[in-house]
């Protein structure tokens, strides 16, 4: 079986994150970057599939600027097998919709039994490229899993929501997401590390995939969160409790 | 020539992410509570911290003398005692994989690089330590095996190690009377003296190895009898260059502490930080530790290359670190006034567990000796 996973490279959502108000987007220098903790747990999930089984191909795919190259890097070292590297500058600051059809197009000619995403990203987010890619590829999609069965011509799993649990399944070739409730993902070891710059990555460019490059959404306007105010305090005098009710009845919050 | 390669980059950011999450969140407990975590190490084990300097073709991870100080020091960061094990157990396994043979390292080194299997290096006696050379335990061939009977003092490890390699003399020849055994744990006339109380290293058990007409086969000897001393002494070369990492890892987290508690703590009105005669000190202990982190890649740098200055130079790291992380620790400690004195901060704990380092793996008096005499001597 080959599993692709997509992977995106983020600020680390340890420090504080921030927009640049120039372009709208999200500033990477300001923080160091990291692979997303949900495309870690999609890795995770995909390695433990190889874990079972040696003859799993496991592929990561990242679009991203020049240093992406160290998320796939690390994502080598943790144990996949080879990686996808959608570079160029004319798609910086890409769209949804623009990063979608160029995921797309890298993975049609990847041929992947199963793709695996993290249901949403932790900076620019949407949660919606993974919808969009399968859309592209006519794939079913097993959106937002709680937990996975993969076998070998068929993906099973369970979705949470408010009304309860559902059971969804899809024959191969399909995509499915991953949330937080599936495994931390592992450290890479030794060998991983000084093993992972002998392992393939290809570099695809825009013309490469054949796909156009201006986005179809802009950003009109963006804001500074504002600065926290001071809580409102409330002191007991009997009538907390009701004060209490009061206050999250009128915020909406319950 | 000081950069680090982006693998060793990587090597350091695993390590650290491991220590950090497994690990330093237990530190002090384990120490309060003499826990010696085995489940731990084995976690270690499996990412290669079992075999770091062992031969990939043996089962290690190949890895150079300077990966393996860079990943020490980051052990250390989150508790030098664990990290020190780590590093003795690494030692063992080198000496295996070094100067076994064949069936020595398929037998031993699967096990040892794992971690599913923990190493323990005996060399020290009650009435020897510095004087190594002078040892009585006493190895007798006879027949196709060796019977041992001694005592071994302050065994890191003992009792819970599978293997032990043991120096033991046979022959009345001084230092170039001593062989090395492997001796596997469960062996008949093997046992262990009660659990040492200690002032550091709580975390890993310190004990007395007995060999009491211990039957050992002769295939169990690790190299040529009477090569010994040498065995012991080159495994001791890189353990020591291993313990200065440990130092300078212990001595940097109290250091890092350090600055956070003089930039949070306030008095006579304002940062602690502040205060030159302060700021004076961190910029010293950041000093002494850079000073001899220069010093322990050097001397990796000569163990991985051979080259002729090399016991010289790991005496002159172990001597430079073990004080500098020491220091570093102990002036921690007062710049935290008296929240370093309580074991809640973790600072006090790092005093003990590295005053140890200036003792053990030669102490620092005979590390003096063997710069001395080679100064002096050529
Ligand atoms: C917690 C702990 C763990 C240990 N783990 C191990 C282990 O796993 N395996 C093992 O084999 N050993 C181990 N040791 C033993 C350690 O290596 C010895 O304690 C050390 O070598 C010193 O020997 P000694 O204690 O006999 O001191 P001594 O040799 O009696 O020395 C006493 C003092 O005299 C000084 N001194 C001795 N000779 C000279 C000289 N010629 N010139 C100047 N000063 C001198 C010493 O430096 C020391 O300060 C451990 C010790 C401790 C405390």
Same mark, same amino acid.
């Given at each position: 079986m080959k599993i692709v996973v997509l992977i995106k490279q983020v600020p680390d959502t340890a420090e504080e994150r921030r927009l640049d108000p120039g372009t709208g987007r999200v500033d990477r220098q300001a923080n160091d970057p990291v692979i997303d903790e949900i495309t870690e747990r999609a890795l995770e999930l995909a390695l433990s599939v190889k874990d079972k089984d040696k003859s799993t191909e496991v592929a990561v795919l990242a679009m991203g600027p020049e240093e992406t190259s160290k998320a796939i890097r690390k994502a080598l070292s943790?144990?996949?097998?080879? +990686?996808?590297?959608?570079?160029?500058? %004319?798609? $910086?600051? $890409?769209d949804i919709t623009l990063t979608a059809a160029a995921l797309a197009a890298a993975l049609k000619g990847a041929q992947a039994d199963l793709i695996i995403a993290g249901n949403e990203s932790t900076d620019g987010r949407a949660g919606i490229v993974p919808a969009m890619v399968a859309e592209h590829l006519g794939l079913p999609l097993l959106g937002a899993l709680a937990s996975a069965a993969? +076998?070998?011509?068929?993906?099973?799993?369970? =979705?949470?929501n408010d009304a309860g649990t559902q059971r969804v399944s899809a024959p191969l070739p399909a995509m499915l997401t991953v949330t937080e409730s599936f495994e931390e993902a =592992?450290? @890479?070891?030794?060998? +991983?590390?000084?093993? #992972?710059? =002998?392992? /393939?990555?290809?570099?695809?460019?825009?013309?490469?995939?054949g796909i156009a490059t201006e986005p179809l959404s802009t950003v009109i306007d963006l804001e500074q969160r504002p @600065? =926290?105010?001071a809580g409102r305090k409330i002191i007991d005098e009997g009538d907390a409790a009701a004060q209490l009710v009061d206050f999250l009845v009128t915020q909406r919050l319950i | 020539m000081f950069d680090l390669t982006e693998d060793q980059l990587a090597i350091v950011h695993m390590v650290a992410g491991f220590a950090a999450e497994n690990i330093a969140p237990h530190a002090i407990e384990w120490d309060q509570n003499h826990h010696f975590p085995v489940d731990v190490l084995a976690q270690a084990g499996e990412l290669g911290m079992g075999g770091i300097y062992v031969r990939e073709e043996s089962g290690g991870s190949g890895m150079s003398r300077l990966d393996a100080a860079l990943?020490?020091?980051?052990? %250390?960061? $989150?508790? @030098?005692t664990i990290a020190a094990y780590i590093s003795i157990h690494n030692m063992v396994a080198w000496m295996i994989d070094k100067f076994g043979n064949d069936e020595q390292r398929t037998t031993w080194l699967p096990g040892l690089c794992s971690m599913e299997t923990l190493a323990s290096?005996?060399?020290?006696? /009650?009435?020897?330590?510095?004087?190594? $050379? #002078?040892?009585?335990?006493? %190895?007798?061939?006879d027949g196709d095996h060796y019977v041992l009977n001694g005592t071994k003092q302050f065994i890191s490890g003992a009792g819970s190690s599978g293997v032990y390699v043991v120096m033991a003399r046979t022959a009345d020849t001084g230092s170039a009377g001593i062989s090395a055994f492997i001796v596997p744990d469960g062996t008949q006339g093997l046992s262990f003296g009660a659990l040492e109380r200690k002032m550091g290293w709580n975390a890993q058990p310190t004990r007395q190895v007995v060999f009491e007409n211990m039957r050992i086969p002769a295939a169990n000897r690790l190299g040529e009898e009477g090569s010994g001393f040498g065995i012991a002494m080159k495994g001791l070369n890189g353990g020591r260059v291993n313990i200065g990492a440990c130092s300078l890892g212990g001595g940097q987290a109290a250091l890092d502490k350090s600055v956070a508690y003089l930039k949070e703590r306030s008095a006579f009105g304002a940062p602690l930080i502040g205060q030159q005669a302060l700021l004076f000190q961190i910029a010293d202990m950041q000093t002494e530790l850079e000073a001899a982190r220069t010093m322990v890649w050097r001397a990796a740098d000569a163990l991985e290359r051979s080259t002729k200055d090399t016991v010289r130079l790991c005496a002159m790291a172990k001597l430079v670190a073990t004080d500098a992380g020491f220091n570093a620790a102990n002036t921690a400690l007062q710049l935290h006034g008296g929240y370093g004195y309580l074991s809640e901060y973790g600072i006090e704990k790092i005093v003990r567990d590295l005053r140890v380092h200036q003792i053990l793996e030669g102490s620092n008096e005979i590390m003096r000796l063997i710069i001395g005499r080679i100064a002096v001597d050529g």
């Amino acid at each position: 079986m080959k599993i692709v996973v997509l992977i995106k490279q983020v600020p680390d959502t340890a420090e504080e994150r921030r927009l640049d108000p120039g372009t709208g987007r999200v500033d990477r220098q300001a923080n160091d970057p990291v692979i997303d903790e949900i495309t870690e747990r999609a890795l995770e999930l995909a390695l433990s599939v190889k874990d079972k089984d040696k003859s799993t191909e496991v592929a990561v795919l990242a679009m991203g600027p020049e240093e992406t190259s160290k998320a796939i890097r690390k994502a080598l070292s943790m144990g996949a097998d080879s +990686g996808i590297h959608i570079l160029d500058p %004319a798609l $910086a600051g $890409a769209d949804i919709t623009l990063t979608a059809a160029a995921l797309a197009a890298a993975l049609k000619g990847a041929q992947a039994d199963l793709i695996i995403a993290g249901n949403e990203s932790t900076d620019g987010r949407a949660g919606i490229v993974p919808a969009m890619v399968a859309e592209h590829l006519g794939l079913p999609l097993l959106g937002a899993l709680a937990s996975a069965a993969i +076998g070998a011509g068929t993906v099973s799993g369970e =979705r949470l929501n408010d009304a309860g649990t559902q059971r969804v399944s899809a024959p191969l070739p399909a995509m499915l997401t991953v949330t937080e409730s599936f495994e931390e993902a =592992r450290f @890479p070891n030794f060998k +991983g590390i000084m093993g #992972a710059k =002998r392992k /393939p990555v290809t570099t695809l460019s825009a013309s490469g995939l054949g796909i156009a490059t201006e986005p179809l959404s802009t950003v009109i306007d963006l804001e500074q969160r504002p @600065p =926290r105010t001071a809580g409102r305090k409330i002191i007991d005098e009997g009538d907390a409790a009701a004060q209490l009710v009061d206050f999250l009845v009128t915020q909406r919050l319950i | 020539m000081f950069d680090l390669t982006e693998d060793q980059l990587a090597i350091v950011h695993m390590v650290a992410g491991f220590a950090a999450e497994n690990i330093a969140p237990h530190a002090i407990e384990w120490d309060q509570n003499h826990h010696f975590p085995v489940d731990v190490l084995a976690q270690a084990g499996e990412l290669g911290m079992g075999g770091i300097y062992v031969r990939e073709e043996s089962g290690g991870s190949g890895m150079s003398r300077l990966d393996a100080a860079l990943i020490f020091e980051e052990l %250390a960061k $989150a508790d @030098p005692t664990i990290a020190a094990y780590i590093s003795i157990h690494n030692m063992v396994a080198w000496m295996i994989d070094k100067f076994g043979n064949d069936e020595q390292r398929t037998t031993w080194l699967p096990g040892l690089c794992s971690m599913e299997t923990l190493a323990s290096y005996a060399l020290t006696e /009650p009435g020897v330590g510095s004087d190594a $050379a #002078a040892l009585s335990t006493r %190895a007798v061939l006879d027949g196709d095996h060796y019977v041992l009977n001694g005592t071994k003092q302050f065994i890191s490890g003992a009792g819970s190690s599978g293997v032990y390699v043991v120096m033991a003399r046979t022959a009345d020849t001084g230092s170039a009377g001593i062989s090395a055994f492997i001796v596997p744990d469960g062996t008949q006339g093997l046992s262990f003296g009660a659990l040492e109380r200690k002032m550091g290293w709580n975390a890993q058990p310190t004990r007395q190895v007995v060999f009491e007409n211990m039957r050992i086969p002769a295939a169990n000897r690790l190299g040529e009898e009477g090569s010994g001393f040498g065995i012991a002494m080159k495994g001791l070369n890189g353990g020591r260059v291993n313990i200065g990492a440990c130092s300078l890892g212990g001595g940097q987290a109290a250091l890092d502490k350090s600055v956070a508690y003089l930039k949070e703590r306030s008095a006579f009105g304002a940062p602690l930080i502040g205060q030159q005669a302060l700021l004076f000190q961190i910029a010293d202990m950041q000093t002494e530790l850079e000073a001899a982190r220069t010093m322990v890649w050097r001397a990796a740098d000569a163990l991985e290359r051979s080259t002729k200055d090399t016991v010289r130079l790991c005496a002159m790291a172990k001597l430079v670190a073990t004080d500098a992380g020491f220091n570093a620790a102990n002036t921690a400690l007062q710049l935290h006034g008296g929240y370093g004195y309580l074991s809640e901060y973790g600072i006090e704990k790092i005093v003990r567990d590295l005053r140890v380092h200036q003792i053990l793996e030669g102490s620092n008096e005979i590390m003096r000796l063997i710069i001395g005499r080679i100064a002096v001597d050529g």
